[in-house]
């Protein structure tokens, strides 16, 4: 078990469906946090922006992308998170995931689709949650809209040590980005990272970063400058969120259900 895990959000621009740019950009970030950290986060569709092109950007597990990823990861001996267009017996998805250094790589579909942009007609909803045990940490992925959904994260008997959220939110909304990371790691007692990118998309919509790191407090490690590329790290401790669920076993009175699909 390692109880200190680096974390790095990548706020960045994103190139507008262009992936062999974004894929190039992103091997000079990881080739200067080789070393410096354990795990590095992408935000959502990294290689394109938040596109409904699925039909014409679409890859493949084993596409340029997921391919890439593994090479980094094993390259630079760093975990790797974000997410991509993925395409599956015809159907698309917004997919994150998680590589690790050994070449084993985990996904996890978007539950949660954004009606208010269409996404619900350009992709399919994934319908499992994503729980990945990387170095003694538990990790589970969301995209984005997912994070409005306290119920599909709840952290039922403390699955999830780290919940790490990747997305393009715009703006007009950032206050509730802030407010929402912060609740989910209140009400889950688990560190919760939160990367998002900056810049404009061909939708005329702008992101502001804002990227944040909380503790199982809601308490922020590190935060993202607004309208700035820059890298957001933070020392995760598995102890100290230990301790705290010892100290204050708030999961023991927690309430059990289950989530129909």
């Known amino acids: 078990m390692k109880d200190i895990l680096r974390v790095s959000l990548v706020q960045c621009d994103i190139a507008w469906e262009n992936i062999d740019k974004n894929l190039l950009e992103k091997e000079k970030v990881i080739k200067e946090l080789a070393g410096k950290t354990d795990f590095v986060i992408f935000p959502e569709m990294f290689t394109t922006g938040f596109t409904m092109n699925s039909h014409s950007l679409y ?4 596409g340029k992308t997921i391919t890439r990823i593994k090479k980094w990861a094993n390259e630079y001996q760093v975990a790797l998170s974000g997410s991509f267009i993925a395409e ?3 159907r698309y998805y917004n997919r994150a ?21 269409n996404e619900n007609k350009f992709f399919t909803s994934g319908e499992t949650p994503a729980t990945i045990h990387y170095n003694g ?7 984005c809209y997912d994070l409005r959904f306290p119920v599909w994260l709840r952290n039922q008997n403390n699955n999830y040590d ?3 959220v990747v997305a393009n939110w715009p703006d007009s909304r950032i206050s509730a980005w802030k407010t929402l990371l912060s609740a989910r790691a209140i009400e889950n007692g688990a560190y919760v990272c939160g990367v998002n990118r900056i810049g404009d998309d061909a939708t005329t919509l702008h992101y502001p970063g804002e990227s944040m790191i909380c503790n199982m407090k809601g308490e922020s490690l590190a935060f993202g400058e607004c ?3 820059c890298i957001v790290s933070a020392e995760l401790s598995l102890q100290k969120l230990q301790n705290f669920r010892n100290k204050f076993p708030m999961w023991k009175d927690s309430d059990s259900f289950k989530i129909l699909s």
């Open 88 to 90: 599956e017996n015809n």
């Open 137 to 143: 940490w538990n990790i589970s992925l969301a995209i």
């Open 97 to 117: 995931f998680f590589a690790k250094p050994d070449g084993e790589v985990f996904f996890y579909d978007k539950r949660h689709l954004f009606r208010m942009g």
């Open 162 to 164: 780290l919940l790490v």
């Open 59 to 62: 890859e493949n597990n084993d």
């Open 227 to 229: 309208d700035r590329e």
